[in-house]
């Protein structure tokens, strides 16, 4: 075969707006001293009731899958928070005494209908654990408002959450853009 140059329209490749902004969001974590996890999005169902949701929450409308190879990987995970918490739990028990980790990743909510024809929705989201000395609620308070300036985004507005299941009630709050 002669080797010749393509003719034509060349499509030159380079990373969407999406793509860019998550390539400045982990470098502007990994600046802030925050260690990048990556976990399966195959999980086990029982991992929500780590984080005590409640038994009508949508987070347990899991997408499964057919051919699992055991319970620990055959769902689809609706949340970043239990494969946070084993990366966290992980690190502490191999004596690690502090840790910020990030994980952007996706989830899966359950939108199949009864022939399997509609896709499950796929959302991309930011999980933010860290343990240890100087690191507390106002730490992660921090990251979060130098990540959104950094990012260009509005100033965050806090609010007071009492009633989370997952977290504890006097140390846990929303955060608001716009």
């Excluded at 802030?32 to 929450?57: H, K, M, W």
């Excluded at 946070?84 to 909510?109: D, P, Q, T």
């Amino acid at each position: 075969i002669k080797p010749t140059l393509m003719t034509g329209d060349i499509m030159v490749g380079g990373l969407s707006h999406r793509q860019k902004m998550e390539e400045e969001l982990k470098k502007t974590m990994s600046a802030l001293g925050c260690y990048e996890a990556a976990t399966y999005s195959f999980v086990s169902p029982s991992g929500v009731d780590q984080i005590n949701l409640p038994a009508r929450s949508f987070k347990r409308d899991f997408v499964r899958l057919l051919n699992p190879l055991g319970d620990e990987t055959s769902v689809m995970r609706t949340t970043l928070l239990p494969n946070m918490l084993e990366v966290l739990k992980h690190n502490v028990n191999h004596s690690v005494s502090a840790g910020r980790f990030y994980e952007i990743g996706h989830v899966f909510y359950g939108q199949l209908d009864e022939e399997r024809s509609v896709l499950p929705l796929e959302v991309q989201e930011l999980a933010i654990g860290l343990y240890g000395e100087g690191n507390d609620f106002f730490t992660l308070k921090g990251i979060l408002v130098h990540l959104c300036r950094h990012l260009g985004l509005p100033e965050l507005d806090f609010q007071r959450e009492t009633n989370h299941p997952s977290f504890h009630p006097g140390r846990c709050a929303n955060a608001y853009v716009g």
